[in-house]
């Protein structure tokens, strides 16, 4: 499905693009649905991770903020025209500093320091020292850059595996979701502009606001988060249309962490003013950095804040929607 909403906007709902976060949930341990468990079970997923260990070894040693790395590109891809085939052909056709490039949002590093850093193991090193917040391990960043088309090869390889009945099924079904969604944001851009209406959508205040030439947004079942935003001279915003439940362990863990003072000190600031840096915490309430660190931690493995990388620094907001769906728990629960 592609839509065009006006002359800036449109809306997209394709099978591949739902394959990519498909293979995205699998090689992130499927951290917020087990919707690729029911299709295709546990021993089938373990045996795909076997299968591509090169992929699924080296992903786990990029840090959270760069997971998502396969999907920048789409920025500057044709989305209408979209397919796993054609896309991997895209990726494939680049050359590895090129796509390194895009990967990891380098735009402060050219081209030629990254494919001297492909061919240079001082250079490597140097480029790996000097961005510690892309990758966790050094072998791990070493593999990406040397062996980009082996990573490319096998994560669309794994994401075609999933390419099943199943599958083909599930995403069918969502129809009458995907097509309240797109009512819903025909409506809002009626009222709003697009990116304060997609602020509202994402739940959180953005650090990066642009200007963007054309906005898109695109509904998905599999996607390994609530939404996911990229942003360059386009915006694209990928939001899930799974129900919005949170289960008893995730309230606890919420609760849990909004009953330390401090961390609640954090919100109420969060609340008043952000996105903030972790110093800018640390100097509103008087903390060490660390110990700003660790709370922060704390508060995003809960779901409360949301963070945004930005070069070295690090900037925090409130999830406003996974606070909302707390409340409107609370107010459930107590109500009874």
């Known amino acids: 499905m592609h839509v065009k909403i006006d002359e800036n906007s449109s809306f997209i709902y394709l099978e591949d693009i739902e394959l990519m976060f498909a293979a995205q949930s699998i090689l992130q341990d499927e951290p917020v649905h087990d919707l690729c468990s029911q299709i295709y ?13 090169f992929l699924h070894e080296v ?4 840090e959270p903020n760069f997971v998502h790395g396969m999907l920048e590109p789409l920025l500057t891809y044709p989305l209408a025209d979209f397919t796993l085939d054609e896309y991997r052909r895209h990726l494939q056709q680049m050359e590895p500093a090129e796509f390194i490039q895009l990967f990891f949002s380098l735009t402060d590093t050219g081209t030629a320091d990254i494919a001297n850093a492909i061919n240079n193991d001082k250079a490597l090193e140097a480029l790996y020292f000097d961005r510690p917040y892309l990758c966790n391990s050094y072998l791990g960043f070493q593999s990406l850059l040397r062996q980009s088309q082996r990573y490319i090869e096998e994560y669309f390889s794994l994401a075609e595996e999933l390419r099943t009945e199943a599958f083909a099924e599930m995403f069918k079904a969502a129809g009458p979701d995907v097509t309240e969604l797109l009512d819903n944001i025909k409506a809002g851009l009626k009222d709003m502009p697009y990116l304060e209406f997609s602020q509202q959508l994402m739940g959180k205040t953005f650090r990066n606001r642009g200007p963007y030439a054309s906005f898109t947004f695109s509904p998905s079942l599999f996607l390994p988060y609530r939404a996911i935003r990229l942003f360059g001279r386009d915006q694209i915003l990928f939001v899930s249309i799974r129900p919005k439940t949170l289960r008893d362990e995730e309230m606890l863990q919420q609760l849990k962490a909004i009953a330390d003072s401090t961390r609640f000190k954090i919100i109420s ?3 008043e003013n952000s996105p903030l840096r972790g110093l800018d915490i640390a100097e509103a309430l008087s903390l060490a950095p660390s110990t700003v660190s660790h709370h922060m931690e704390q508060l995003k493995q809960a779901g409360l804040i949301t963070e945004e990388q930005v070069k070295n620094s690090k900037y925090y907001s409130l999830s406003k929607n996974n606070i909302q769906a707390l409340i409107s728990r609370l107010s459930e629960t107590l109500g009874k």
């Open 269 to 271: 600031l969060l609340g």
């Open 41 to 53: 079970g546990q021993d089938s997923i373990a045996a795909q991770k076997r299968k591509y260990h």
């Open 59 to 62: 992903f786990k040693t990029l």
